[in-house]
């Protein structure tokens, strides 16, 4: 566990934005001059109107030139700068984001599937990816408003104590107690049913979900009123928690005005005593109680940063569970480096799930030279699968050795090894973003010529070109704007852009229409072309692309 502690969330996601750190500042640096440029404008425009005001009833001349020109300034400032914090602010935003995708891409890999097949739902990485989005909170309504509070905090209190230090005590009282205390303790009290609320939400999104995609299937065997008088039961049941939050949210907002309103008049009074006193003129207590009265835009935005942190706190946690746990395999304290032959060797391996007490592979051994291709054909449940989670050190074994080019694996990192491995399996994930960034997530770096190159080796080109926005068409939720066929096929090219030595085929057509098959069967012949490739299948058509087959059962090699 590299995050651990109480304020792992945290910590993790300052190590994350850190490359975007210079964008953040100074996102929060036009936030904080917006801020001041409209407390400013109003602090001058009331002591500019005044001033008029006095100067006319007393018949003096006063200058208008310089203050109406600040006032002109500083309204064009305010604008301007909202419009450039907004550019920097979602550009950091975006950048961000896709490093969080990149990040987690590569986190996830050494897992899957050990761990997440085991997770409910498969809409498990539906839901990871909404958490990783609801990340983008963190800098654009948690970390830029945070920082340009408490920066124009200080300033305000800097100019105020220049003329009052009192009245700079009261404001900032004001401003601690509308921004930060009153907020904790609205959040504290709605902690509860804002959980209940998050959770509940949850679940009826999810059986609605659910409830409309099987809707045939419920029509045809089962009683579809009842599960709508669940779905109504769990509608109402969100009301409750609803209406507390709404509750404590207005109550905190009232609470909120009443202590601005009771600074500004406070801060008046003390004003009015220096205006007696002689010490500041009247159109200079106009302009700082008016100062006073816009400063409380800069602490408006830190409630909602509070309840954003809250959520985004919770899916930075879900994140870092599945990615930062234990891992299962045990890694070598001195790690080799690659092998650089790449026949595989499995001498004897034995592996068990803690579930059960039959071995899932009994004593398996089994000998794929460089650049051959061996099939493996049996049962479901007969240890396929089981075989490469061994080799990709998804699992430990309970006894035996894998040697990849004479290199036991043992002595290999995870990472090392998976490496050199490219899978293509039925259940291979195409994440909701564009076809370029899903390529991209084998190889970075990789050029559009080289993505196309990849697409037109899996046979899939033809069909993306096709599509509007060709390579930047956002392939949808769990892939669903790809037929089955076109999906596989745009994983096969992410396995062909991997280039890796070894390739590992787990049931790569299963699923698909013959003449989607037809076509991937192709794509894989081009993927496992010159490379050790292990082709887990029942399809005719895929075995006869290997050199060898065996067959397996109940974790045994039966059929050489
Ligand atoms: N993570 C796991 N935990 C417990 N049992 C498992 C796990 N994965 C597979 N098994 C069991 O191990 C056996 C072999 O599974 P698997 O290798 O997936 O078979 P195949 O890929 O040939 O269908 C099955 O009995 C299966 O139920
Ligand atoms: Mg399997």
């Not at 640096?29 to 801020?35: I, Q, S």
């Not at 939050?245 to 009074?269: C, E, K, P, Y």
């Not at 051959?372 to 054909?377: D, E, K, L, M, T």
């Not at 949808?476 to 999906?487: I, K, V």
Request: aromatic share 6%; charged share 15%.
């Amino acid at each position: 566990m590299k995050y651990a502690g109480k304020y792992r969330e945290l910590r993790w996601l300052i190590v994350l934005s850190r490359p975007y750190l210079g964008w953040m500042l100074a996102g929060a640096l036009l936030a904080t001059g917006v801020l001041l440029a409209n407390v400013a404008l109003l602090a001058v425009s009331g002591w500019f109107i005044t001033a008029m005001a006095l100067a006319g009833l007393g018949g003096t001349a006063i200058n208008y030139f310089t203050p109406a020109a600040a006032i002109r300034g500083l309204a064009i400032l305010r604008t301007a700068g909202r419009y450039l914090e907004r550019l920097i602010t979602h550009e950091a935003t975006f950048k961000l984001l896709a490093g969080l995708r990149q990040w987690f891409f590569e986190h996830l890999e050494p897992l899957a599937p050990a761990r997440l097949q085991y997770l409910p739902g498969g809409d498990l990485l539906s839901r990871i990816r909404a958490d990783i989005d609801s990340l983008e909170n963190a800098y654009l309504r948690i970390f830029t408003p945070a920082l340009a509070a408490l920066l124009s905090t200080i300033l305000m209190g800097g100019f105020l104590l220049f003329w009052s230090p009192g009245m700079a005590v009261i404001n900032l009282a004001g401003l601690l107690l509308a921004g930060v205390f009153i907020p904790l303790i609205v959040l504290r009290a709605g902690l509860n049913s804002g959980q209940v609320l998050v959770q509940a939400r949850a679940a009826l999104r999810q059986r609605t979900a659910e409830t409309v995609r099987g809707l045939a299937e419920l029509t045809l065997f089962g009683n579809p009123q009842q599960r709508l008088d669940t779905l109504r039961r769990e509608n109402n049941d969100l009301i409750g928690p609803q209406r507390q939050q709404n509750r404590l949210d207005a109550g905190g907002s009232v609470i909120n005005t009443l202590i601005s309103q009771f600074t500004w008049l406070g801060m008046i009074v003390l004003g009015i005593g220096l205006v007696q006193a002689q010490r500041i003129t009247g159109p200079e207590l106009v302009m700082l109680a008016l100062f006073g009265m816009a400063s409380f835009e800069a602490v408006a935005i830190l409630p909602p940063a509070f309840r954003a942190w809250g959520e985004t706190r919770q899916s930075a946690r879900r994140i870092l569970d599945l990615v930062d746990a234990e891992p299962i395999v045990i890694e070598p304290i001195a790690p080799q480096p690659a092998p650089t032959r790449f026949d595989l060797c499995f001498d004897a391996v034995t592996l068990r799930y803690p579930s059960s007490a039959k071995p899932a592979l009994d004593a398996i051994s089994l000998v794929v030279p460089q650049g051959q291709i061996v099939a493996i054909r049996g049962a479901s449940g007969s240890g396929k699968t089981s075989l490469t989670n061994a080799l990709l050190k998804f699992w430990p074994l309970v006894s035996g050795d894998i040697r990849i080019g004479g290199q036991s694996i043992h002595d290999l990192s995870g990472n090392t090894v998976r490496g050199l491995c490219a899978v293509v399996s039925q259940h291979t994930h195409l994440f909701n973003t564009s076809i370029a960034a899903n390529l991209r997530l084998a190889r970075p770096d990789a050029t559009d010529d080289e993505l196309v190159a990849a697409l037109k080796a899996a046979a899939v080109y033809a069909e993306v070109a096709a599509f509007p926005r060709g390579l930047e068409t956002e392939v949808g939720e769990a892939a669903t704007r790809l037929s089955g066929g076109q999906s596989r096929r745009i994983a096969i090219a992410r396995a062909l852009l991997k280039d890796a030595p070894i390739v590992i085929l787990d049931e790569p057509t299963e699923g698909l229409d013959a003449a989607s098959e037809q076509a991937v069967t192709d794509a894989l012949r081009r993927l496992i072309a010159g490379r050790t490739a292990l082709i887990i299948s029942h399809r005719p058509k895929l075995l006869t692309l290997a050199n060898q087959i065996i067959r397996m059962d109940q974790g045994r090699i039966t059929l050489p």
